[in-house]
């Protein structure tokens, strides 16, 4: 099991969700305050099993802006979980 942290742009943030929730994956939005990415940023919680994780990670990078030539749009993390339970 593995636990994505996505942090992306406000502005990105609606495509990249819908596409991961059309995509069957559970998504938890925080709204995240700061200058990680000198914009307002919100971060993703993603949790799914290691099988899943790089096609999650292509559905994010598609569905970010490439306004301006940016290369750097978002910034994703990948840890491993080692017990989830729902409560």
Known sequence: ?????AILRDSDT?????????GE???????????FLRRGVVTLLI????????????VVRSNVSHDNGEENRGTVFV?????????
């Open 1 to 5: 099991m593995k636990l994505i942290i």
């Open 14 to 22: 609606d495509d990249v969700t819908q596409a991961l929730t059309d």
């Open 25 to 35: 994956y559970r998504v938890t939005r925080i709204a995240s305050t700061g200058g």
């Open 47 to 58: 949790g799914l099993e290691d099988s899943r994780v790089d096609d999650a990670i292509q």
């Open 79 to 87: 840890l491993p979980v080692d017990n989830f339970t729902q409560v």
